[in-house]
T-cell receptor
Framework: AQSVTQLDSHVSVSEGTPVLLRCNYS??????LFWYVQHPNKGLQLLLK??????LVKGINGFEAEFKKSETSFHLTKPSAHMSDAAEYFC???????????FGAGTRLFVKA | GAVVSQHPSRVICKSGTSVKIECRSL??????MFWYRQFPKQSLMLMAT?????????EQGVEKDKFLINHASLTLSTLTVTSAHPEDSSFYIC???????????????FGPGTRLLVL
């Protein structure tokens, strides 16, 4: 069975400190992996994606994620949090060819001044 | 590029009326569009997938007669909530995927969402 697990429902960091949002997946197929960010009452914005090229993926706003097949993980990181990063983050798996889309439950990131 | 719009952004209606939500890909052709529903503080729930010119594929538990989806062109899909009731109040989000020829078939680009409140 395919699934996506975001290991933390809430993460709180201080401004200027690193951010780590964890995502593990389970898939029998080669998936495409995505991170999206959602600000309150807004749609989802694509941060970055992995589609079988480089395992370290750089996205917008200083975010990056590393695909580790051996650990079935795709954790999202940022070296230095900014207040504007406070939002909900979704890890998403799309199974190749079938458009089966699986959303993680989301991680709420809080950034303290 | 890859901008998706939704209209309206917010709608309030009376119970029993129908509401139409439009989803448009503004700068690309979308062979596939998706409709999601999001409850407060929860993740997105896929309702249906629609391909241009064909009938939508609904997820299990989603009433196709309640949530009518039309994908009339490569840039427009509509979701009509028929005979809306208060329990249909929710945040509805669409997404669109580019055509295969562009080489980015799988990435979904999301609209800003539509907040529906049924009184």
């Amino acid at each position: 069975a395919q699934s996506v697990t975001q290991l933390d429902s809430h993460v709180s960091v201080s401004e200027g400190t690193p951010v780590l949002l964890r995502c593990n997946y389970s898939s029998s197929y080669s998936p495409s992996l995505f991170w999206y960010v959602q600000h309150p009452n807004k749609g989802l914005q694509l941060l970055l994606k992995y589609t079988s090229a480089a395992t370290l993926v750089k996205g917008i706003n200083g975010f990056e994620a590393e695909f580790k097949k051996s650990e079935t993980s795709f954790h999202l990181t940022k070296p230095s949090a900014h207040m504007s990063d406070a939002a909900e983050y979704f890890c998403v798996v799309i199974l190749t060819g079938g458009f089966k889309t699986i959303f993680g439950a989301g991680t709420r990131l809080f950034v303290k001044a | 590029g890859a901008v998706v719009s939704q209209h309206p952004s917010r709608v309030i209606c009376k119970s029993g009326t129908s509401v139409k939500i439009e989803c448009r890909s503004l700068d690309f052709q979308a062979t596939t569009m998706f409709w999601y529903r999001q409850f407060p503080k929860q993740s997105l729930m896929l309702m249906a997938t629609s391909n241009e010119g064909s009938k939508a594929t609904y997820e299990q538990g989603v009433e196709k007669d309640k949530f009518l989806i039309n994908h009339a062109s490569l840039t427009l899909s509509t979701l009509t909530v028929t005979s809306a009731h208060p329990e249909d109040s929710s945040f509805y989000i669409c997404s669109a995927s580019r055509s295969a020829s562009s080489g980015e078939r799988e990435t979904q680009y999301f609209g800003p969402g539509t907040r529906l409140l049924v009184l």
